[in-house]
């Protein structure tokens, strides 16, 4: 290998495990969240083949579980542990300088990779631990049967202090998005995949029917994947014909396309620079190097976005990546655009240059809704499994790609085993994020009243059966609104047969939620 800056950062090991317990009834006998986070992170620091690096670890990063998430969380218990990467340091036998607790969101694990690499290369880190973990299958599990598991209690709840939090820490929703549902993924994301079907002229049934086609591909992935969740090919039909197995979510989604959250699974990665890799004896093959990267939200406010078919920020972050990095999308090998819907990742398409049907594939785990959607933490899997298909393919390139909220936060990555050439240095976000939240986006009446029309929609159900149908509408002076229909069975089994974007109608205020009715 040529000679490389030794500030370069580079990814050295990664570990990854799937607790399976809870799904097989053995609710006591699995580990806890710190447990987890210290297997992962044990398995990435064996994998770097290392000497002593567990004593060279300066830095510790985890991710925010999901239940300590902001906003209602349902029964799940808050801040069971009260410094998660204090805990793990304990646990592991470290004595980190630093100790860091991220921000909710799925972008986090790639956000984290980036800053890291940053700071390795600026001389502010030489090793850094980033691990997560989500626990809601076991957590649910015992909540269900009335187990008390005894998590959070004893010196891993309470290390004694708090950890340093970093990241964007704001909400995702406006009062007014909580109050029509909008704090729910799987009532947004619906909304994100009715204005792409708008946009590519199809039918709602011809689209429920492109839908099995484009994920049935990421069941088969997930199908080869020892850690997946859902180790399960599924074809097309099964996966976009509704069933007892398969309901409706949130219109136009059945439950197969949805990210599975109720998942124990945790993921580590070690980083460091190249000098220090060497002073710890790691081999040349284990390093991975970040050749490229961005970091960006779209306009914050689901509510306020440009439209509801495309993403800025995606568009933004590809774009300088691929720059930082000197590649195009066709030079990739490996692909992984976060999975949580289809909007997801029909958007990621569209914004990156990749097409729908891209035979290199659009996932190297399977996807959250078959490999499992560990929280906040899913990324982490997919980059620790990018690491090792390109050790195991010297010389190619891999894209991975985070979205966090409701494509608010964005995050990608690309790498390869290459070494990057010079001083490793990326952009400041801040320098493209001002452009992005500058861009013309419709005003948004809280209480609108008078003719309207359908920009996207959504019917929310749930094992009950229907519940209500979410419009996003537009009144006749261009302004946008957030409304309820009326939940009858007669409108909301119309909404879900029929064409309903740019149906015309009304809109009146309400003192908890609007009401949008059709004409």
């Known amino acids: 290998m040529t000679e490389i800056h030794p500030r370069t950062p580079i990814l050295v090991g990664g570990g990854q495990f799937t607790q399976k317990t809870a799904r097989e009834g053995k609710i006591k006998e699995g580990l806890d969240p710190?447990?987890?986070?210290?297997?992962?992170?044990?398995?990435?620091?064996?994998?770097?083949?290392?000497?002593?690096?567990?004593?060279?670890?300066?830095?510790?990063?985890?991710?925010?579980?999901?239940?300590?998430?902001?906003?209602?969380?349902?029964?799940?218990?808050?801040?069971?542990?009260?410094?998660?990467?204090?805990?793990?340091?304990?646990?592991?036998?470290?004595?980190?300088?630093?100790?860091?607790?991220?921000?909710?969101?799925?972008?986090?694990?790639?956000?984290?990779?980036?800053?890291?690499?940053?700071?390795?290369?600026?001389?502010?880190?030489?090793?850094?631990?980033?691990?997560?973990?989500?626990?809601?299958?076991?957590?649910?599990?015992?909540?269900?049967?009335?187990?008390?598991?005894?998590?959070?209690?004893?010196?891993?709840?309470?290390?004694?202090?708090?950890?340093?939090?970093?990241?964007?820490?704001?909400?995702?929703?406006?009062?007014?998005?909580?109050?029509?549902?909008?704090?729910?993924?799987?009532?947004?994301?619906?909304?994100?995949?009715?204005?792409?079907?708008?946009?590519?002229?199809?039918?709602?049934?011809?689209?429920?029917?492109?839908?099995?086609?484009?994920?049935?591909?990421?069941?088969?992935?997930?199908?080869?994947?020892?850690?997946?969740?859902?180790?399960?090919?599924?074809?097309?039909?099964?996966?976009?014909?509704?069933?007892?197995?398969?309901?409706?979510?949130?219109?136009?989604?059945?439950?197969?396309?949805?990210?599975?959250?109720?998942?124990?699974?945790?993921a580590?990665?070690?980083?460091?620079?190249?000098?220090?890799?060497?002073?710890?004896?790691?081999?040349?093959?284990?390093?991975?190097?970040?050749?490229?990267?961005?970091?960006?939200?779209?306009?914050?406010?689901?509510?306020?976005r440009v439209n509801f078919y495309s993403s800025p920020a995606i568009r933004t972050i590809g774009r300088t990546a691929f720059a930082m990095a000197d590649i195009g999308s066709g030079d990739l090998s490996f692909i992984d655009l976060y999975s949580c819907f289809p909007s997801a990742v029909e958007i990621g398409c569209l914004e990156l240059g990749l097409a729908t049907d891209d035979p290199r594939g659009l996932t190297i785990t399977g996807g959250l809704p078959y490999f499992g959607g560990p929280g906040n933490n899913y990324v982490m899997h997919s980059i620790v499994q990018m690491a090792e298909k390109l050790r195991a393919a010297p010389g190619k390139y891999g894209l991975c790609t985070g979205n966090g909220w409701y494509v608010t936060k964005h995050s990608a990555g690309i790498y390869s085993t290459l070494p990057t050439q010079g001083a490793w240095k990326r952009e400041d976000p801040k320098t493209y994020q001002k452009d992005i939240d500058a861009m013309a986006h419709p005003e948004v009446v809280e209480k609108p009243d008078g003719a309207a029309s359908v920009e996207t929609y959504t019917v929310v159900l749930d094992r009950r059966g229907k519940r209500f149908g979410i419009v996003v509408g537009r009144l006749e002076d261009g302004k946008r609104f957030l409304a309820h229909t009326p939940d009858d069975d007669a409108t909301l089994d119309w909404m879900m047969r029929e064409e309903i974007l740019g149906k015309r109608g009304s809109v009146t205020p309400g003192e908890v939620t609007n009401l949008f009715k059709f004409s």
């Not at 081999?283 to 960006?296: I, M, Q, R, Y």
């Open 268 to 304: 580590a990665v070690v980083m460091t620079s190249v000098a220090k890799a060497r002073e710890l004896g790691i081999p040349e093959s284990k390093w991975v190097f970040l050749h490229g990267c961005g970091d960006a939200s779209d306009i914050w406010n689901v509510t306020e």
């Open 34 to 266: 710190i447990a987890m986070l210290a297997e992962v992170s044990r398995r990435a620091i064996a994998d770097s083949g290392a000497k002593n690096l567990t004593a060279a670890i300066d830095t510790i990063s985890v991710v925010r579980f999901t239940a300590d998430s902001p906003g209602d969380q349902g029964r799940l218990p808050k801040r069971m542990f009260r410094n998660p990467p204090h805990s793990l340091a304990n646990k592991i036998g470290a004595k980190p300088r630093r100790m860091l607790l991220s921000a909710t969101g799925g972008n986090t694990p790639q956000w984290l990779v980036n800053r890291t690499a940053e700071e390795i290369a600026n001389g502010e880190c030489d090793v850094a631990l980033l691990a997560g973990a989500e626990y809601i299958a076991s957590m649910l599990g015992a909540m269900k049967q009335s187990v008390d598991l005894g998590w959070g209690k004893g010196a891993d709840g309470d290390p004694g202090d708090d950890p340093t939090e970093i990241g964007e820490q704001r909400a995702g929703t406006t009062d007014s998005e909580r109050r029509h549902g909008l704090q729910f993924p799987v009532n947004v994301y619906p909304l994100f995949e009715n204005g792409l079907r708008g946009m590519k002229h199809r039918s709602p049934a011809e689209h429920l029917e492109w839908l099995g086609k484009f994920f049935s591909p990421f069941t088969k992935v997930a199908s080869e994947n020892p850690y997946s969740w859902f180790p399960t090919y599924r074809p097309p039909a099964e996966i976009s014909t509704p069933s007892e197995k398969n309901r409706f979510v949130g219109f136009p989604y059945t439950k197969y396309l949805n990210a599975v959250i109720e998942v124990d699974m945790a």
